[in-house]
Nanobody, 125 residues
Framework: VQLQASGGGLVQTGGSLRLSCAAS????????LGWWRQAPGKEREFVAG????????HYADSVKGRVTISRDAAKNTVYLQMNSLKPEDTAVYYC???????????????????WGQGTQVTVSS
């Protein structure tokens, strides 16, 4: 199983980035997907999640209205479109996949089975 995240970079405050995460080795529509982030010295935190079909999404309050998570089953890829970026969004961003169980969208680390390697997002002030 591999989750390959990409799209990070350096952007100014107010700018945009789109992160991508290509999955291989899993049956894509059997997994809920999520994006998490970890800033230096802080715990990993939930950013956004999407259910197996893409019909439902959930966002952390800190990013609500500024980010959009989506998934493309044809490409086995999940995306995170981030707009109006702020310096506090600076972190390593991780994609994750959690097998469908009783839940629909997962917001805790333990619910995810596989993690990508992370991509750095830096927002300059």
């Amino acid at each position: 199983v591999q989750l390959q995240a990409s799209g990070g970079g350096l952007v100014q405050t107010g700018g945009s980035l789109r992160l991508s995460c290509a999955a291989s080795g899993i049956t894509f529509n059997r997994y809920a997907l999520g994006w998490w982030r970890q800033a230096p010295g802080k715990e990993r935190e939930f950013v956004a999640g999407i259910n197996w079909s893409g019909a439902r999404t959930h966002y952390a309050d800190s990013v609500k209205g500024r980010v959009t998570i989506s998934r493309d089953a044809a490409k086995n890829t999940v995306y995170l479109q981030m707009n109006s970026l702020k310096p506090e969004d600076t972190a390593v961003y991780y994609c994750a996949a959690g097998l469908r169980r009783t839940g629909d969208i997962y917001v805790t680390i333990d619910e995810y089975d596989y993690w990508g390697q992370g991509t750095q997002v830096t927002v300059s002030s």
